[in-house]
Every structure is written in C-alpha cells, then in structure tokens.
C-alpha cells in the first residue's frame, strides 16, 4: 500500500526539505515588505487608501501564488528518511519478547 501510496503524496505534498522551507519564509518576508513599501508610496502619491489596499492586496495575492504551491526550487535538499519497518517495535522482558 505504500508504494502506491508514496508517489502520489510527493506529487501533491512534497518531500520534506527544510532548505526550500527557509526560502519560502525569506521570499514570504521579503515580498510582502516589499508590496507593503509599494502600496504605501503609491497610495501616498496618488492621496488614495482604496488603490493602497488593492496594491496591498495583489503583492499578497502575487506572495501567495509564490509560496504557497510546492514549486520544484523549494524541492532541490529533500530529507532522506529512514524506511518505515513492516514489523512493529519488539521488547524483550524477563526473556520474553514483547509487541
């Protein structure tokens, strides 16, 4: 069931790559600065709240189109995990074995 089930969630999760997680917190960061210090230069500019929230909105709509999706570059350092065991753990108690 796991082979089946593997590729279908690393098509649509991901592996695990803590590389690609920073960098997706440093481009969050960094872009939403970004279209905040845009949105408040035009809408003093122009004298406009309304056009400062709409340029607000769309940096972080662009942000979220950025981050969000499991894009490839944030998917170049995955984590190579330990193979799951097919039996579960086993205790040896007085001699006994145990599961």
Request: hydrophobic share 50%.
């Amino acid at each position: 069931m796991d082979d089946i089930l593997a590729p279908l969630q690393d098509a649509f999760e991901g592996q695990i790559d803590f590389h690609g997680q920073r960098l997706a917190e440093l481009l969050s960061t960094a872009l939403l600065i970004i279209f905040g210090a845009i949105s408040f230069v035009i809408g003093y500019l122009y004298k406009d709240i309304h056009l400062t929230l709409w340029v607000g909105l769309g940096g972080t709509l662009f942000t979220g189109l950025v981050v969000i999706p499991p894009w490839p570059f944030y998917n170049m350092n995955p984590e190579m995990w330990l193979p799951s065991r097919k039996a579960g753990p086993s205790v040896l108690v007085d001699g006994v074995k145990v599961d």
